[in-house]
């Protein structure tokens, strides 16, 4: 942990939070503002729903491939989280990313994107940073309000295994 000073000497702490603990990730820390990184270093299955909820500060994590469900909400509202290396998960969850306004590129990041079937209601909601979307070849169905207030996006490209796309999605 060590402390920086911000233009207007306030002081902000850089905070590391490792999980080494196997078992389902849970909410312990909701609407954290001061843990920037997160690495999960066990050998968790699950991030149950609303793990990192409004942490606003967080930028960086760190998810294992043994992670093959994200909850509603894990991440929602962490509006500095730039990027994100998902591993091999069938669904992106309601409202998983919604609010997080500085993420771009999920499903270039993915271990294994072929895997993705399903993205459900609000899932990035308000990403204001997605410009593009390549949706992955194997995704079904988009839920509403998917992609929905995502105010940059310029360019989705759809897959031929689409079949739903919900109301108001883009």
């Known amino acids: 942990v060590r402390a920086l000073k911000t233009k207007n000497s306030e002081q902000t702490i850089n905070c590391?939070?490792?999980?080494?603990?196997?078992?389902?990730?849970?909410?312990?820390?909701?609407?954290?503002?001061m843990i920037n990184f997160v690495d999960i270093k066990?050998?968790?299955?699950?991030?149950?729903?609303?793990?990192?909820?409004?942490?606003?500060?967080?930028?960086?994590?760190?998810?294992?491939?043994?992670?093959?469900?994200?909850g509603e909400s894990a991440f929602e509202g962490c509006s500095?989280?730039?990027?994100?290396?998902?591993p091999s998960i069938k669904e992106i969850c309601n409202s998983t990313f919604?609010?997080?306004?500085?993420?771009?590129?999920?499903?270039?990041?993915?271990?294994?994107?072929?895997?993705?079937?399903?993205i459900s209601d609000y899932s990035f909601y308000e990403c204001e940073s997605f410009d593009i979307v390549n949706l992955p070849l194997n995704v079904e169905s988009i839920g509403k309000y998917s992609f929905a207030n995502c105010n940059?996006?310029?360019?989705?490209?759809l897959n031929e295994s689409l079949t739903n796309i919900g109301d108001y999605s883009f």
């Open 80 to 86: 500095f989280l730039t990027s994100i290396e998902l």
């Open 152 to 157: 940059n996006l310029i360019k989705v490209v």
């Open 98 to 118: 919604s609010g997080c306004s500085k993420l771009n590129k999920v499903f270039d990041k993915m271990t294994n994107p072929d895997i993705l079937e399903s």
């Open 42 to 70: 066990a050998n968790s299955s699950i991030i149950n729903d609303k793990s990192f909820y409004k942490f606003k500060s967080l930028n960086n994590i760190t998810i294992p491939k043994s992670v093959k469900e994200i």
């Open 16 to 33: 590391i939070l490792n999980i080494l603990e196997n078992g389902p990730i849970k909410s312990t820390f909701i609407e954290n503002e």
